[in-house]
């Protein structure tokens, strides 16, 4: 089921329901009473509120138009220990150099309702407001953690580790993509570390056929988001 309820009366269904709404966003100076009511009501829920724009709302929403969105089943922040503890389908990116890319990445790692991202490497405070745009907010409702040591998150990891590289001896569909699972993306130039790669539980390829045998960084990442998607609705 996906993460999103989309307006007022879906939220509210959702509320009474009991489902577990972790964020709110809502349109920014709108002062439609119903709006304003469930806004009430989610906050004396304890339920985090944040507010976006017309275009933000448009964007995100489902089905649009609509006032309110509400975030299900995700915690949408978290730090490094946290999110491991919490487990899930976390996306590792290692080696990735372009903040661009990144943050198409986020975008893909979010829509396919992953537990969160990790991104290895440094980051100036530049480089992470050229990320965050380039994934248009969509971190405010996925936990992103930039500047990790990849050997290390696999060291603190209880569960399987998948690397998605040319060397692998699989497709995705073969894999299983379920339960508790890291899935590494290597970088633009050097792919995925040889360290990384020994300790992945299994490399998983990408079919391809053309003379040139690249990908873009989120193209092989979308297929298998895809596939992981369709594997933890079954």
Known sequence: MTMQRCGIEAIEAALDAGEDITR???LRDCEDPRLSALLDRCMDSGIDVIL????DLWRMAENSPALALALV????????ETMLERGGLIWMLAGAQYQTNIGYCIRVAEVSGASGLI?????????RHRIVRAAMKTNRFMPVVLGCDGMEVLESWNGRVVAIEDVGTEEPWD??????V?????GENAGISED???????AIRIPMAGFTPS????APMAVVAVEALRQRRS
């Open 119 to 127: 991104v290895t490497g440094e980051w100036s405070s530049d480089d």
């Open 196 to 202: 990384l790669l020994a300790a992945a539980d299994q």
């Open 175 to 180: 894999a299983d993509l379920t339960g508790d």
């Open 73 to 80: 089943g995700r915690e949408p922040e978290a730090d490094l």
């Open 182 to 186: 890291i899935l590494i993306i290597g």
């Open 52 to 55: 976006g724009s017309e275009n």
């Open 24 to 26: 709110v966003l809502a």
């Open 215 to 218: 990908y873009n960084l989120q």
